[in-house]
């Protein structure tokens, strides 16, 4: 059945090193969203797409994240230099012809 | 400052028992859906109310959309194990682009 995937499902890094978050949204989905979940903040819409250019990245901070989506079956979350206060599950979601977002399994980063 | 605040933050019972979850705000959305989160996974969508004073009912899950729409609640009745997880609502402020604020939560458990 038709899934969004996320890769890594795990990532441990060191403060300063690049990370990139990798997701295939379901095939024929023209929306794709990218939220950070921890136990303070919730979950946060970083960034959306639809058609694959950026129509709200304002939940993002613009400094050291970046948000891409190079075709349509790919979107990227990149973060450069990485911080511990960065450590959080991120999700991305898709969304086609209805208002339901289907979430991936999310990527739970860890920056040390 | 958080949008939708939910209540209770966590909950424990046992199987058999009823209980209500709430979602408020001070702001009207033009729909909110409710999510179920189980660790490891993205939130799955529940169900999506749109009309103020709607409720639906998904098995023994009952969930109401405030007359003001600026609230909502679940209702599960005679709740079960396979109930555990992290409940979330999520409002759409109504800017035609059905992006959606998540609540703060409600872990519940539900012991056998």
């Known amino acids: 059945d038709a899934r969004v995937t996320q890769t890594p499902r795990h990532k441990v890094t060191e403060m300063g090193q690049e990370v990139t978050m990798r997701c295939q949204p379901i095939?024929?989905?023209?929306?794709v969203f990218w939220y950070r979940q921890t136990m303070m903040q919730g979950l946060e819409l970083l960034a959306y797409f639809r058609n694959r250019a950026p129509l709200d990245d304002s939940g993002m901070p613009k400094d050291r994240f970046s948000a891409e989506m190079p075709d349509a079956t790919l979107a990227t979350l990149k973060i450069q230099p990485s911080e511990p206060r960065d450590s959080a599950v991120y999700f991305c979601?898709?969304?086609?012809?209805?208002?339901?977002?289907?979430f991936g399994p999310g990527t739970r980063l860890t920056v040390l | 400052t958080q949008l939708l605040e939910q209540s209770p933050q966590f909950l424990s019972i046992q199987e058999g028992e009823n209980l209500t979850v709430y979602c408020n705000s001070s702001s009207v959305f033009s729909s909110l859906q409710w999510y179920r989160q189980e660790p490891g996974e993205g939130p799955v969508l529940l169900v999506t109310?749109?009309?103020?004073?709607e409720v639906k009912k998904l098995k023994r899950l009952t969930f109401q959309f405030g007359d003001a729409r600026k609230d909502s609640s679940l209702h599960i009745t005679a709740a079960q194990p396979g109930d555990t997880g992290l409940y979330l609502c999520a409002g759409d402020r109504g800017s035609g682009t059905y992006k959606y604020i998540f609540g703060t939560g409600t872990r519940l458990k539900v012991l056998a």
């Open positions: 109310v749109v009309t103020g004073g």
């Open positions: 095939l024929g989905h023209n929306t």
């Open positions: 979601a898709s969304r086609g012809g209805s208002n339901e977002q289907f």
